[in-house]
């Protein structure tokens, strides 16, 4: 079972660039519905970290993949 500690120590392995991204990751994975988190996983009846990562739904331009440095230094933005 991961311990608050393990995930605090790999957050601490995080670049400082990647910090706000992964702050946004985190707030939007509170913001699921306790239903989408209570769904038993085939193997130990809780869902796996991974099982609620593929969960979150985030939207983005259709090359943020390919120009995601660009994106996070500002160099392209995103329209609205």
């Known amino acids: 079972m991961m311990t608050r ?9 995080v670049e400082e660039r990647y910090l706000e991204v992964l ?5 939007q994975f509170q913001q699921l519905p306790v239903a989408v988190l209570s769904v038993p996983s ?5 869902l796996s970290l991974m ?10 331009p259709p090359d943020l993949a ?4 660009a ?5 392209k933005r995103i329209e609205e």
Not at 42 to 46: A, I, Q, V, Y
């Open 5 to 13: 500690e393990a995930v605090k120590s790999e957050i601490d392995l």
């Open 23 to 27: 702050r946004n990751i985190i707030q």
């Open 42 to 46: 085939t193997t130990d009846n809780r």
């Open 51 to 60: 099982d609620k990562l593929l969960s979150v739904k985030l939207s983005g």
């Open 66 to 69: 390919e120009n995601f440095d």
């Open 71 to 75: 994106y996070l230094n500002e160099e």
